[in-house]
């Protein structure tokens, strides 16, 4: 019997990003991915697709009240933003001469892996 080979998510995009919201009611804007949720396919992307939550009084909000927050998008609406290009760009690997694996940028080749 073969192996079972476990099935990995993996999204193209990851924390730390700069994206562009390519579809939804908050299509163009950009921000950076706050946090990614691999198993759903979504991901939080700053002062994107802000939500009004009823907040209790916490500690942290000692008012409740109403706040703003981020709620998650799937991560087929984002694009990768390439800073060198300033546009949305589709992105492959590389591998560096010592082995690391990288993202660039399809059209001008710029490494978008912040390290
Ligand atoms: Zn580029």
Known sequence: MANKKKKRVKLHVKKGDLVQVIAGKDKGKRGRIKKVFPSEMRVIV???????????????????????????IHVSNVMIV??????????????????????????????????
Do not use: F
């Open 46 to 72: 700053e002062k994107v697709n802000m939500v009004k939550k009823h907040q209790r009084p916490t500690d942290k909000y000692p008012q409740g009240g109403i706040i703003e927050k981020e709620a998650s």
């Open 82 to 115: 390439c800073e060198n290009c300033g546009r949305p760009v589709r992105t492959r690997k590389k591998i560096l001469p010592d082995g690391t694996k990288v993202r660039v940028c399809v059209r001008c080749g710029e490494i978008l892996d912040r390290t």
